[in-house]
């Protein structure tokens, strides 16, 4: 009996090792598994993140060609009103020495219609008629010395239109 009863531990107790090590083979198969999931879960999300940089820095590059192309435009638009600027501010310029020449000029005209006023009759009817007095050639004030008119000593003023013509 003592060697069935050996035999029977030994046949149990190779059962249990067999029925151990396949437990241990499952396991490790399930382990095995669990890894490749988790490999392959990991490889996944590398994947997905790899993509969503590749995205980002295509929306990146996308904006940077976007503004470039808008801060180009922007420089053109300043060039143009920095140009029309200029332009604008030349004319002004023109405008304002003309504005100084007219206004000589104007003031030469009150000047020698004061002149002309002074020896004048009013009649009746409120026109002016000019008298033989100023015309006489006494005194320094006459028409006929050319000097002594008044607005001989006013500057005379050139525009910048004078050299178109050369």
């Known amino acids: ?6 035999n029977s531990n030994s046949t149990s107790s190779s059962q249990l090792l067999n029925s151990g090590s396949e437990e241990e083979l499952h396991q490790m198969n399930m382990m095995d598994q669990r890894k490749r999931k988790r490999k392959e879960s990991n490889r996944e999300s590398a994947r997905r993140s790899r993509k969503r940089k590749q995205q980002h820095l295509d929306d990146l590059t996308s904006q940077v060609s976007q503004l470039s192309e808008d801060n180009n435009q922007i420089l053109t638009s300043i060039n143009f009103t920095t140009h029309h600027y200029l332009t604008i501010e030349a004319q002004n310029s023109v405008l304002r020495a003309q504005m100084v020449e007219l206004s000589q000029r104007l003031d030469s005209l009150n000047q020698i219609l004061s002149y002309l006023s002074a020896p004048t009759a009013t009649s ?3 026109l002016v008629y000019e008298t033989d007095e100023c015309f006489e050639a006494s005194g320094d004030h006459s028409f006929n010395n050319p ?6 000593g006013q500057a005379v003023m050139a525009s910048p239109d004078i050299f178109q013509f050369y």
């Open 124 to 126: 009746s009817n409120g």
């Open 147 to 152: 000097f002594n008119l008044p607005y001989l």
């Open 1 to 6: 009996m003592a060697s069935s009863s050996g």
